[in-house]
């Protein structure tokens, strides 16, 4: 059985063709991603303030800020592993809609966290629902639109999470001017994770009309008959043909993901720390910093993530009419460039359009994971191949923030020990975050593994989704 090309780019835009029902799909799923994403960076933003808050005085905050990211990321990659599967035994809506409810509790019970360890719990668990969203919601899509649709709805939907991102920085800039009147000085972070969870929520009760694709619905009963494995390792693995897309599609991912997370996603770190040496430099009263720095923090997430809004839908467009395999390409090299460029160069508050950027470049990449990897995979494996490919190589991304945060502290040692014994503190945060640029711009060259996985892929634009 296989599926007809995707021809939207000869036959007017992709939404031409939607009924009622494909909108509502589309919707739920888009949503589902949105608040996800929306979630993760309120924890980005939040991840400093709630460690000054948790940790006991003298703690290494960025160190156990990347403690607490790779715990989040290898819950995430847990998720995706567990819930990719569910997905394709027992419908992508239902396990959908559970893991939403998931993400959403416990982004809101990370706000009552007392410790560091309950706090890391939560992220853990939280990071299991938030894994299963992007493999169920990208099955759904894939299985549930027309084929002409898919490619553009595929592209748009993961364009739509920096909406979740923008939303995000729009809350921390507002807890950033409310903190120290209407909210304690310090404690923005618990309303961030408070206020994200609400909408995710809320999002559930819709998600509870969700119909199974009819597709996926018939592939299911015909498989009950013939015995074929639905959601099954042992078949991903098993065969060959799903088998090496299942690797490479891994590796492709592991470039993107550990980029983004491993680096990408500390810029609200660098952004902090050179804000927060200018406005010493300029005499603001030390009351004033912390929420200077909530306030440019979120604004940098804003401007990164609009980047990210054009650069995915520019990779949407560019992957329908030049292929896949040489946009990756492209993509990967752009994104290499970029991340380094911005690390080594962000200086100042008027270097903020390098964060537009650097989304632009890294973001990108995930609208192709988001239209490609489905194309690797027959139905009863699509969810589970999706999500295998864009989450186990989160288990190697959890090691980015760590490996970010030991490298730093390495560097930043060896750089301090340099000044000798009479160094001002002013030149020790400046070696820190000389440190710091370093670590970040040599973990980017793991950009370059996606460059060498694409080059064994199969082109896919204007194929057939792959069936048994």
Known sequence: MSSTPDTASHHGPWWKDLTPTHWFVFAMACLAWLFDCLDQQ???LARNGAMKSLLPAGADVKLYGGYATTIFVAGWATGGLFFGAIGDRIGRARTLTFAVLMYSVCTGLSAFSTGWADFAFYRFVTGLGVGGVFGLAVALVADSL????????????QALSAVGNITAGSIAIMFGLMEGTRIPAGMSWKYMFLIGALPAFLCVFIQLRLKEPEKWVRA????RISGAKFGSYVSLFGEARWRKPALLGMLLCIA???GLWGVGFFSPELVGDVIERSLKRDGVPADQISKAKTIWTGVNMIVQNLGAFFGMLAF???????GRRPVFAFGYVAAFVATVGYFQFFNSKADIWMSFVMGFCQLGLFAGFAIYLPE????RLRSTGTSFCYNVG?????SGPFTLGKLQAALAVTATSALGAGATDAAKAAAKLGAFRSAACYLSAIFLVGLVAIFFMRETKGQPLPED
């Open 376 to 379: 690797l995979f027959p139905i």
């Open 256 to 258: 993107g993901v550990v």
């Open 316 to 322: 949407t467009q560019a992957a329908q009419r030049f």
């Open 220 to 223: 299911r009963a015909a498989g």
């Open 394 to 398: 989160r288990f190697i991304a959890a």
């Open 42 to 44: 309120l924890f980005l």
């Open 146 to 157: 027309p084929e002409r649709s898919r490619t553009g709805a595929l592209g748009t939907l």
